[in-house]
Each structure stands twice: as structure tokens, then as C-alpha cells.
């Protein structure tokens, strides 16, 4: 095997002797490498984040300053053919940790549903660029880069796979960087990736099986084997993994040696494939979505491998792309042949995402904004053409080129993710994150915070009731606020001037909420293996009610999340009261209404309602056999609830948060309206002026506040009334003591009632109630009235505010 390929100065041969195996010299080279590499990288994206480039860019432009200073250059005790072979292991280890960390994270009902858009978008950019490649090749043949081709059926091959192929660790990296993987774009992007490297990985297979049977018939067969295997290792990973769990129930990780055997089984799956001459890669992300997410396993994997891969390994991989850069070899006749070859690459993947926008109703600037991301290369094209090279498919000039194709092409993408992430960011702010306005095929996007495990069984409960697929339910992020160190050490100081028991001293935040954190993954766990539901706990060191108003903010941002439950900070007592026990929590639940990028619903728990359960356990778990009757058929139901409707935005939200409760089988919906009776009309009632108004002209000019309601009540009526699925009623109330009376009459009779905020109802509804909208200033007078209520029977109540766009003026 030749010395170096890449690195055109010859080495002292009395400074170069090869030894086996790494020495500590190199070793030691190795490490200066890495923490150059960190360092310089960092530094970069110091410079780059505000521009909104991914680390990965970073992390290759620091590749190459580390390989001209000549870092690369000064390790010399190992035979290679260049600097790709040198850390061949090394890269193998990224990419299936790496990927089996995609699989893990990856939001299977999401990618469910985005199935038919992501297979139509790589089959269309997968064939316009094989079709390109093929033609290119034919001519290309007999020279290539003034070197005689072997074949040109295995030139144009090799090309084909070189030309279509996606480096999915690249593109995942890019999107995870960047908080793109929520989006549905996002999505679609990265499972195109991964279907393009699949598609890759097995045209590259089946180049190197078409070489071993030239070589030996009999080593055909290791591509059974391995698919063999695979799948019999995939069989088990659930009940395996479900044992571990069982073994360790009620912890946040598993024992050590329990983690170690499974890091060890996840290496030992995904080199399997390697060592028979095939990629991991599909096997280690096969892995990872079979992996079960409930439960201890999943969290001690992910904690173990996450700071390591992506503090090192990834960044040390993308490094080595930038690394293969050799300024001492550059020269026009390698600079123009790699340009080309990315161009080339660009424009597959453009004319086939053009193809894929027209069929998918894709606009085409995002489309060709995906054709570049999906032009990045990776490990697989470097195999490609070390197996081209060896067979002598093309020139040592020709992989020159070839690499730097492949450097600019994994640049040029950082521009385009960059316009990606402004433009995603831009459709989240200026759209109406409301129920109201979503469309009945969209996904609802959902998000919980709680500062204890005590209330998160209610959140999680509705959650539940409001989800009727939940194989099509995208993830519902968990925010945990727990108390972090300096609060327990504030507590231990006050605790030593007084007479209550001292508390032992702060190792780290994480160690002061361990207690908390472990009560909550219990809750989680439990929530996600009843209801099929994915829950993301995401665990956030409590701190001022100002910093975590935005760290709440920032999350739902972040998820993209349409709509955020939380407690409100009203709990019951046993006496039936509700009373703010801390202050903290309702500044929190203040700051969140004010700040929140989608629209909010406070939940005020009464979970010693006497009349009958709360929501507290999963419905697959309720051993209850109480059911009540549903208000428009005699069917039993496990949950009566009612919506009140005064008119606004915030009550149309409550309205439509309850229609899609209505159409869980097990809840009962009444929705009560309340008319002024100076404006009442006893012959013509509200829904048919609706219908009139609905069928009559005036499209032409906006619509104010009352025209608006009254559709909004004509649609629910159609859909839902009238179908027998919810009851419609319309109270005429004359004074504010007939609001109050009506009110109040609900206890004993829903175990929830849903209301709007308001700030915004018809202000003749509200004349009188001045006592109860001052009282109940951050909730608004209707959920003051419910929760001044200290009946027993009084169900829990649900206060939402809907999401309101802020007009930004274009610069």
C-alpha cells in the first residue's frame, strides 16, 4: 500500500517508520488534533451562529486550517493512503453512533405522516440524478482526467452513486444544529437524505458484491448473512430492551453494567454489516427507531452517547472533510473538474426537486433550497471512489477532484440552510398559531410545562382526550421546571436559622432535582406506554419566574408547538378552595400568556372533585366504572364537559379546543352561549342569522368581531350540533346574576368547562361583572366566577388565550 496519496512532499524515510497499531506519539498527535480542531471551530462559529450557519460548517473550515498548518502532515507512523483510511475507524464509529442517535430521536409519527411527500421527493431528485449521471458518463469515457477507463459500465456506476448520493449524517447534523427536524419541511428534508444514502449505500453494495463475485462466487452469500442478521438482532431489541427497563423500573438510568451491555450490543449490530463489506449505516438507524423510548434504557443510551459524539466525534469527522484538503496539490486541473462534479451534482438534484414541487404543491424556491442541502456528500462517495480508484475506474487526479466537489458542495450548504432556517422561523412567527385557524389535515403541534410531577397526570390526560391518532401524533414535549441548586441552598440557609430539620448540602443542579426529575420520567413513562402518545421530557433548572417565562417561550418557539398547557397556578385545597400556594407560578403563568408564540391553556386542576374522577390516569388505565350520559345521545361517556361562549378570539379558541374533544368517544360536549336578551331575537335564533348572513353577499368587505363569531358558531353548529356530536345552548341572560347563576349550576354537572380569557367578549355581556374581571384580572371574569366556586362538585376548568399574530412592518 502506497504511503500517502494526498500529501504530494515526500517524508524523511529516517523520520518515517511504520509500526502496528497507533503509537503514543501519535497518539498524542491525535489529541493536539482534536482540541486544535475544537478550538479553532468554536471560534469560527462565534463568528458564523449570528448568520445562522450550522456547526458543521465551522467544523470543516477548522479542518482545514488544522491540515494547513500541517498537523495532518505530521502523522507519519501509519501506512495509509490518505487521511480517510487513517481514521476509516474512527468515522465508521461517528456514523453508527451518530445515526443510531437519529433513530432514537426521531419522531416516528411525524415521519408517518410525512411518508408520501418524503418517498416521491427522493424517488424524483434519486432519478434525475442517476438519468444525469448517465448521460454525463457517456461522455466522459475514454478519458478521465487523461487517464484510460477500464469500463464504462462500471465509470458511468460508479459516477451514478457518486453524483445522487446524500451524506443523511451531514443533513441530520445540519438540521439539528439549526431546529429543523420539527418542521414539516425539516422532515421532509432529512428523510429524503436518508433515503437517498439508503438508496446509495445499497448501489455501492451492490458494486462490491459485483466485485466479490468476480472474485469468489461464494462471498455472494455474506450479503444473506448480513441482512440475516440485522433482522434477527432488530427482532429482539424490544424485548430485550423492555427487560433492562423491567430490571430497572422507578430509576432515571439504568446500571452501568446494563448500559454497558447495551452500547456494546448497538456497536456490535452496527459494525456487523461493516465486517461482512457492507455499510452500518441503514443498520444503525434501523436501530435506533426500533429502540423503545419509554422507560430507563432509552434516556441512560442517549445521555451516555450524546455528550461524546457530538462534543467529539461528530466535529472530528466533519474536521477530516475539511482536512482532505491539500493546498499543495491544488491546481486548475483538479479546482475546475470538482467544481464541476458539484454542479453536476446540484443540477440532478434540482431538476428533480423542480419534478417533486409540481407534484407536491411545493413552492419552487424551497424546493431548490432542499436540491442544495440534499447535494451534500459523505463517507459513502469516499468509499465510492477509493473502490473506483482500485478498480481503475478513474485516475489519483480524478479523486482529487472528487474530494473537493464534495468540500464545496457540504459548504454551499450552509447559505442555503441559513435562508432555511430565516424562512421557517418567519412562516412560525407570522402564522396564526391558533385550533381556530388550523386546517383539519394539519398536525397539532402540542407542548406541556409543569414545575412538578404532581400536575403533569391532568396535562398529560387532556392531551390524550385530544388526540385520536396516535400513530399520527407528532411528539408532545414534557418541559420540566425543576428547583435547581441555589434554590435547595437558599432553603438550607433559611432551614439553619430555624427549627426545621437541615437539608444536606448541593452536589450539582442536576443532583438537587433528581428526586423531581425521576417522579416525572415515572409520569412520562407511564403516559407514553398507555396512550402509544411519543412524550419528550426535556428537563430546564428552574430559575427567576423571568428567565423561565422565556425558557418556556423559547421551547414552544423551538417545537414549533401550536398549542402550550400548563397549570395554572390555582390549586385546590381540601376544602375545595382554590388559592395560589407560591407566587412564582403565577408570574409564571402571567409571563407565558403575555410571551407565548402560540396559543395558551391554563388548566385549573380540581382532583377532589367528589362527583366523580378527574383527569389523572390514562384512559387505558382507568379501572373507574362510573359513566355518565352524552348530552345528545344516550350513549355512556367517561367525561361530561361544556364550553362557554361569550364572543372573541379567546372564546372561538375555547370553542374549538372543546369540538375537538367532541370528537373523542369518550367525552360529551355541551357548548353554552350566552345572549343578551336586549338583543335577542326570540323568533330567529343566533345560528340561523348566521346561515343567512353565511349564504347572503358582503364577501367582499372585511368581517368585524360579531360576524366573525357568528360563522364561527354557524361552522360548529354544521359540524358538530347538528351531527348529534356536542349540544348546542343558548342562554339569554338579562342581568350579571343570571351569569353567575348559570355559571355556578355547572357544578356537579361537567367535569370540565372550557372558557376563553377574554379582553375581548362583547362588552355588554360583561356589564356588572367589574368585581369578578378585577379579581380575576389574569384570567378573566368567567374563570373567576368558576374558580371562586368552592363547591366540591365543581369540575376542573380550562382557560385559553388565543394565539395573536403581531403585525411586523417589512424591511
Not at 419522531?107 to 431528485?125: E, G, K
Not at 440557609?493 to 417522579?519: K, M, V
Request: charged share 20%; glycine share 8%; with cysteine.
Amino acid at each position: 500500500m502506497g504511503r500517502v496519496s494526498l500529501c504530494s512532499e515526500d517524508v524523511d524515510p529516517l523520520v518515517w517508520t511504520p509500526v502496528p497499531g497507533i503509537a503514543v506519539d501519535t497518539l498524542f498527535l491525535l489529541v493536539i488534533q482534536a482540541l486544535a480542531i475544537i478550538l479553532v471551530s468554536n471560534l469560527f462559529h462565534s463568528l458564523l451562529r449570528r448568520y445562522n450557519q450550522p456547526n458543521a460548517i465551522s467544523q470543516i473550515l477548522a479542518g482545514m486550517v488544522v491540515g494547513g498548518m500541517g498537523l495532518r502532515n505530521a502523522i507519519v507512523h501509519i501506512d495509509v493512503d490518505n487521511v480517510e483510511d487513517m481514521y476509516n475507524g474512527y468515522i465508521a464509529a461517528t456514523r453508527i453512533l451518530y445515526m443510531f442517535l437519529v433513530g432514537l430521536e426521531t419522531d416516528i409519527a411525524s415521519l408517518r405522516s410525512t411518508a408520501r411527500r418524503c418517498v416521491a421527493f427522493t424517488y424524483a431528485t434519486v432519478a434525475a440524478s442517476l438519468l444525469l449521471a448517465a448521460i454525463v458518463s457517456s461522455g466522459m469515457y475514454g478519458s478521465m482526467m487523461h487517464s484510460p477507463v477500464r469500463t464504462p459500465e462500471m465509470l458511468a456506476a460508479t459516477l451514478m452513486v457518486a453524483l445522487t448520493n446524500t451524506s443523511s449524517l451531514s443533513v441530520a447534523r445540519i438540521a439539528d444544529d439549526l431546529k429543523l427536524t420539527v418542521t414539516e419541511n425539516g422532515r421532509l428534508l432529512v428523510s429524503a437524505a436518508i433515503g437517498t444514502n439508503i438508496i446509495c449505500v445499497i448501489g455501492d453494495g451492490v458494486l462490491r458484491s459485483t466485485r466479490m463475485a468476480r472474485e469468489n462466487s461464494m462471498d455472494v452469500s455474506q450479503g444473506f448473512v448480513a441482512l440475516t442478521g440485522v433482522g434477527l438482532a432488530l427482532w429482539l431489541v424490544r424485548p430485550t430492551v423492555t427487560r433492562v427497563n423491567q430490571r430497572n423500573v422507578g430509576q432515571h438510568h439504568v446500571r452501568r453494567r446494563d448500559l454497558a451491555f447495551m452500547i456494546s450490543a448497538i456497536w456490535i449490530v452496527g459494525n456487523f454489516p461493516q465486517k461482512l463489506g457492507f455499510d452500518g449505516l441503514p443498520t444503525s438507524f434501523a436501530l435506533g427507531l426500533v429502540f423503545p423510548r419509554e422507560g430507563p434504557a432509552a434516556r441512560s443510551v442517549a445521555d451516555a452517547l450524546v455528550p461524546p459524539v457530538n462534543g467529539l466525534l461528530v466535529p472530528f469527522y466533519f474536521a477530516t472533510i475539511g482536512m482532505r484538503m491539500n493546498f499543495n496539490t491544488m491546481s486548475g486541473a483538479i479546482i475546475l473538474p470538482g467544481v464541476l462534479m458539484m454542479l453536476l451534482g446540484l443540477v440532478g438534484k434540482a431538476i428533480g426537486a423542480a419534478v417533486a414541487s409540481a407534484y407536491l404543491n411545493i413552492p419552487l424556491c424551497d424546493a431548490l433550497r432542499f436540491s442544495v442541502l440534499l447535494n451534500v456528500k459523505g463517507h459513502v462517495d469516499t468509499m465510492n471512489m477509493q473502490f473506483a480508484k482500485s478498480e481503475g475506474v478513474w485516475a489519483e487526479q480524478a479523486l482529487y477532484a472528487m474530494i473537493i466537489g464534495n468540500l464545496a458542495s457540504t459548504l454551499v450548504a450552509g447559505p442555503a440552510a441559513a435562508v432555511f432556517v430565516r424562512k421557517e422561523k418567519e412562516a412560525y412567527a407570522m402564522t396564526h398559531q391558533a385550533l381556530e385557524s388550523l386546517r383539519e389535515e394539519a398536525e397539532l403541534r402540542m407542548m406541556t410545562c409543569s414545575h412538578s410531577a404532581h400536575s403533569m397526570p391532568a396535562l398529560l390526560s387532556l392531551v390524550e382526550l385530544m388526540v385520536m391518532e396516535p400513530d399520527k401524533q407528532p411528539a408532545v414535549q414534557v418541559v420540566h421546571l425543576f428547583e435547581g441548586g441555589h434554590k435547595r441552598a437558599a432553603a438550607a440557609a433559611a432551614a439553619a436559622s430555624s427549627t426545621t430539620p437541615y437539608l444536606p448540602p448541593i452536589i450539582d443542579e442536576y443532583d438537587a432535582g433528581r428526586e423531581a426529575i425521576n417522579d416525572m420520567n415515572t409520569v412520562v413513562d407511564l403516559y407514553l406506554r398507555s396512550t402509544g402518545i411519543a412524550f419528550q421530557q426535556i428537563d430546564v433548572v428552574g430559575s427567576s419566574a423571568s428567565r423561565d417565562v422565556d425558557a418556556v417561550c423559547r421551547c414552544a418557539g423551538e417545537a414549533r408547538a401550536a398549542l402550550l398547557l400548563l397549570p395554572c397556578y390555582r390549586e385546590q385545597r381540601y376544602d375545595g378552595k382554590m388559592a395560589c400556594r407560591l407566587e412564582e407560578r403565577r408570574e409564571l403563568n402571567v409571563g407565558v400568556l403575555a410571551k407565548a408564540p402560540c396559543t395558551v391553556g391554563l388548566l385549573m386542576d380540581r382532583p377532589y372533585r367528589s362527583s366523580g374522577a378527574s383527569f389523572q390516569v390514562p384512559t387505558s388505565v382507568d379501572t373507574s366504572t362510573s359513566t355518565l350520559l352524552h348530552p345528545c345521545s344516550d350513549r355512556a361517556v367517561r367525561h361530561v364537559i361544556a364550553a362557554v361562549f361569550l364572543g372573541g378570539a379567546d372564546d372561538r379558541e375555547a370553542v374549538s379546543v372543546a369540538s375537538r374533544l367532541a370528537e373523542n368517544p369518550n367525552i360529551g360536549l355541551t357548548v353554552f352561549r350566552f345572549v343578551k336578551l336586549s338583543t335577542y331575537d326570540t323568533v330567529t335564533s343566533s345560528t340561523s342569522r348566521a346561515a343567512s348572513s353565511a349564504a347572503g353577499g358582503g364577501l367582499s368587505r372585511p368581517f368585524n368581531d360579531a360576524e366573525v363569531d357568528e360563522r364561527f358558531m354557524w361552522r360548529f353548529y354544521e359540524n358538530y350540533a347538528a351531527t348529534e356530536m356536542a349540544m348546542y345552548v343558548e342562554k339569554v341572560v338579562e342581568s350579571p346574576a343570571d351569569v353567575v347563576e348559570t355559571l355556578d349550576a355547572m357544578a356537579g354537572m361537567f367535569s370540565l368547562v372550557i372558557v376563553g380569557r377574554g379582553g375581548r367578549q362583547p362588552k355588554e355581556l360583561l356589564i356588572g361583572l367589574d368585581e369578578w374581571a378585577e379579581a380575576g384580572r389574569e384570567l378573566g371574569a368567567v374563570a373567576e366566577i368558576l374558580a371562586s366556586n368552592t363547591s366540591m362538585e365543581m369540575g376542573s376548568v380550562l382557560i385559553m388565550q388565543q394565539h395573536r399574530v403581531l403585525v411586523q412592518v417589512p424591511r
